[in-house]
C-alpha cells in the first residue's frame, strides 16, 4: 500500500477547514457560511487527509475489519494534523452507545486519542457519554444524521478547558457539533475537531446548508 496523502485544498474555511471549489462561500475573514453564521458547534477542525484511497482503506480496515493495531500508524497522522500553534487540556474522544462499543470491542475514537497522548502527553479525559444509542449513520440522509445525534450526548465538567475532540472520520461534522455543543454546556473554553479523515464533497459539487444538510449544487 502507498502512504496515505495529507488533504489539500486551494480554498477551505479558516475555521472548520472545509474544503471548497472555489472563494466564494468565504467571507472577508476565511469563514463558510456554517461558521459565520455560528452553527458549528466546535471552534476549529483539523484532519490529516481524504476519505478516500488508502486512507479509506485503512480506516475501513481498523474499525470493520477491528484490525485495532492500525491505532498506532493513524494516531501517528493524527498527530501530523495537530496544529503547532494552538495548546490544548486535555483530548476527548467521542463515545460509542455501549452497546455498539460491545459489538466492535473497542471504541476507534479513544484508542486513536490513547495513541495520540502516547506522542503529545495531552491527557485523555473520557468526558462524553452517548445518552441514547444512534442507529448506524451510515444510509441516513444529511438532515436524518444530524436529527439522529443533536440530543445523544451529554459531558461531566470541562470547566475551561480547551479541548481536542477525536474521532475517526468528519462527515457532515453533524456527530462532531452536538458532541462541541455538550462540552461547551459542561463549560469548555474550546473546542477543537480532529479526524484522521474528512469526507471531501468538493468535486460532487456538494454544499452544507445551514441545518447541516449536504445539498448538490453550486457551493
Ligand atoms: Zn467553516
Redesign the pocket.
Known amino acids: 500500500m502507498e502512504a496515505p496523502e495529507p488533504l489539500s485544498a486551494e480554498f477551505f474555511?479558516?475555521?472548520?477547514?472545509?474544503p471548497f471549489q472555489n472563494s466564494f462561500p468565504l467571507d472577508a475573514a476565511g469563514?463558510?457560511a456554517?461558521?459565520r453564521s455560528g452553527l458549528?458547534g466546535f471552534d476549529a477542525a483539523y484532519s490529516f487527509g481524504a476519505y478516500e484511497g488508502v486512507l479509506r482503506e485503512l480506516i475501513h480496515l481498523y474499525k470493520y475489519g477491528k484490525v485495532k493495531t492500525l491505532a498506532r500508524p493513524l494516531s501517528g497522522l493524527l498527530a501530523q494534523a495537530l496544529p503547532r500553534d494552538e495548546a490544548f487540556d486535555a483530548t476527548v474522544p467521542v463515545p460509542l452507545y455501549w452497546r455498539r462499543r460491545l459489538q466492535r470491542g473497542f471504541n476507534q475514537a479513544e484508542l486513536l486519542a490513547r495513541g495520540l497522548a502516547r506522542r503529545t502527553g495531552i491527557p485523555v479525559v473520557k468526558a462524553l457519554g452517548r445518552v441514547r444509542p444512534t442507529p448506524t449513520q451510515a444510509g441516513l440522509s444529511n438532515s436524518a444524521r444530524r436529527q439522529n445525534v443533536t440530543t445523544a450526548f451529554r459531558s461531566r465538567s470541562v470547566q475551561g478547558q480547551r479541548i481536542l475532540l477525536i474521532d475517526d472520520v468528519m462527515t457532515t461534522g453533524a456527530t462532531a457539533t452536538a458532541c462541541a455543543l455538550a462540552l461547551k454546556q459542561a463549560g469548555a473554553r474550546r473546542v477543537a475537531l480532529l479526524t484522521v479523515a474528512r469526507v471531501d464533497r468538493r468535486m460532487e459539487g456538494w454544499r452544507l446548508t445551514a441545518d447541516h444538510s449536504m445539498v448538490k449544487g453550486k457551493v
Open positions: 474555511c479558516a475555521s472548520c477547514r472545509t469563514r463558510c456554517l461558521c458549528r
